[in-house]
């Protein structure tokens, strides 16, 4: 670690009980084993088995977020994924990035050709997705978390709700989002809703992912909020992230990874898309990433940052034709 920022204990304790939240780590090693949707499920897990990341502070840390859509009776991790966002951490600047893919972009999943990138993860798993994206990105992944329908929603509600600002007004039955623009404190079950809701939205699957990435630097903030407040709460949300869970990393892993990220500040998170537009593959619906993607792999990939010149801007999608 970095001398100069262990000091700040209480930011650390902060952000080690943030990847607790997150990532369902438990205090100690809990074996792998086998979870359906039924079963509250998060997971944290090397990307690479064979490699160990060096949490010194010094360089920067990519973890890959997933989060799958099983229902009941089916494998979270051999589900699709629904959700797919990398959040690049850069310890020495204080500084974090966050870079969503829409479910539907069409892109190469090493042994299955060209396929929609949700179905990475039912071909192999978290594993598979993590080779789809460095292969796409050449971004090497270091961890991914892995959550599932029913444990996100458990984590949201046994923290009391998130306060998530709205962007726009939120109507979509398929989701169940009925929101007003602003500030709203949701349970688990809108939490997921407004997740998941692309109807409501003008850049549809990119917006979907926009917020996605919004509700984690949402509930980094009200994490902070609340423990300045109250600093029982600390337990609130490391127990909300204990039950249930799967975790093949050690408490010093776990630890380490957490004072890596504890220079973080949600004011220093970018949350970005990838560019593209919308099109067809025959009868389905696809995203298709912009070329321009590249320059915000390549310098996303450097530091963990994005330079503002290469930041997407705002935008609603139009047919590839």
């Known amino acids: 670690m970095i001398a100069r920022r262990l000091p700040a204990r209480r930011r650390a304790f902060l952000t080690a009980a943030l990847i607790a939240w997150i990532a369902g780590a438990t205090l100690g090693t809990a074996p792998v084993r086998q979870a359906t949707a039924a079963e509250p499920l998060f997971k944290i897990g090397r990307a690479h088995a064979d490699f160990h990341p060096e949490l010194d502070g010094k360089e920067p840390i990519f973890i890959l977020f997933l989060g799958s859509d099983a229902r009941e009776g089916q494998s ?3 589900s699709r994924a629904d959700a797919i966002q990398i959040l690049g951490i850069n310890p020495a600047k204080g500084r974090a990035s966050i870079l969503g893919f829409p479910r539907d972009s069409w892109v190469d999943i090493p042994g299955h050709g060209s396929q929609k990138i949700n179905s990475s993860m039912v071909y192999g798993g978290p594993e598979l ?3 789809t994206v460095e292969a796409l990105t050449g971004i090497g992944i270091d961890y991914y978390v892995l959550t599932s329908f029913e444990g996100f929603k458990a984590m949201v509600d046994d923290v009391g709700g998130l306060v998530i600002d709205v962007p726009v007004p939120m109507y979509d039955d398929y989701a169940k989002t009925h929101f007003d623009p602003g500030s709203h404190r949701l349970n688990g079950h809108d939490t997921l809703g407004f997740t998941r809701d692309r109807h409501s939205l003008p850049s549809g699957d990119f ?8 509700v984690f630097v949402d509930a980094l ?11 029982s709460r600390l337990l609130t949300w490391v127990g909300a992230g204990m039950r249930n869970v799967e975790t093949d990393i050690s408490l010093q892993e776990v630890l380490d990874l957490a004072f890596t990220a504890a220079s973080v500040s949600p004011k220093k998170i970018q949350n970005m898309v990838v560019p593209g537009s919308t099109g067809m593959q025959g009868t389905q619906s696809v995203v298709y ?9 390549d310098d996303m990939g450097d530091d963990a940052m994005v330079a503002k010149r290469n930041v997407p801007p705002p935008q609603v999608p139009t047919p590839k034709r």
């Not at 917006?207 to 919004?214: F, K, T, Y």
């Open 76 to 78: 979270v991790a051999r």
């Open 289 to 297: 990433i912009s070329s321009a993607a590249s320059a915000i792999y």
């Open 221 to 231: 903030e009200q994490f902070q909020k609340e423990f300045g407040k109250d600093p």
């Open 207 to 214: 917006g979907r992912s926009e917020n996605q990435g919004r």
């Open 129 to 131: 997705v993590v080779q």
